[in-house]
């Protein structure tokens, strides 16, 4: 299975903090995506992250990915309480998308 | 631009009862997915539809489980008979192709077979 899977389950930090999550994956892939879900806006993209690619920004949000060791990280810096939500990374080669079991991230004000 | 749209928003049926599902892409996208994500899991893919064929339908149910996208836009998702494990989300997202691309996501309808 391809599934990624998320680290750590659950991270609890202060507001003003920087919050780092991981994603690990088994097999090859064409493309890896973050995605976040509480319970105010559903599940919505953030970024999309090639196999080419190294490094992607958008805003507060920094992805890394090294297809050698099969990871890929997600920065959120200068968190705030609306960050509060779970967090799924999901990989795809050629196939539908499979979702990891998330991480529950809370930003404490 | 409207996102994705589900109805109903709850359901609630007693086991063996039969429910239906209904989505509406955003405009244009060819790609319809439907997905069942239980609490504390993250969405599992039931089916994805391109245009009005399916293209992977895997781990859909077909027992009890059956979609349909007519001409290529709105899609309906059926249940019939549901069982207690069938309680769960069930979430429709569309994109313009296929994986390759973002996935947008509607509200999702919370079932709950009792």
């Known amino acids: 299975s391809q599934q990624g899977e998320e680290d750590p389950q659950a991270l609890s930090i202060q507001e003003g903090e920087n919050a780092t999550m991981n994603c690990s994956y088994k097999t090859s892939i064409n493309n890896l995506q973050w995605y976040r879900q509480n319970s105010g806006r559903g599940l919505v993209h953030l970024i999309l992250?090639?196999?080419?690619?190294r490094e992607k920004h958008s805003g507060r949000l920094r992805v890394t990915l090294d297809t050698s060791k099969k990871s890929s990280s997600l920065l959120i810096t200068a968190s705030r309480a609306a960050d509060t939500a779970s967090y799924f990374c999901a990989t795809a080669e050629n196939t539908p998308l499979v979702f990891g079991k998330g991480t529950r991230l809370s930003v404490i004000a | 631009e409207a996102g994705v749209a589900q109805s109903p928003r709850y359901k609630i049926i007693e086991k063996r009862q039969s429910v239906a599902f209904w989505c509406n892409p955003i405009?244009?996208?060819?790609?319809l997915y439907w997905y069942q994500q239980i609490l504390g899991q993250g969405p599992k893919l039931l089916i994805q539809?391109?245009?009005?064929?399916?293209?992977?339908d895997s781990q859909l149910p077909k027992d009890r489980f059956s979609a349909e996208r007519l001409k290529g836009v709105d899609s309906t998702l059926k249940i019939q008979p549901a069982k207690l494990e069938d309680s769960a989300v069930y979430l429709c997202?569309?994109?313009?192709?296929?994986?390759?691309?973002?996935?947008?996501f509607g509200p999702g309808t919370r079932l709950t077979v009792t």
């Open positions: 992250i090639r196999s080419n690619e």
């Open positions: 405009s244009g996208h060819a790609t």
């Open positions: 539809f391109q245009n009005n064929g399916v293209v992977d």
């Open positions: 997202a569309s994109s313009l192709a296929s994986y390759s691309f973002e996935q947008y």
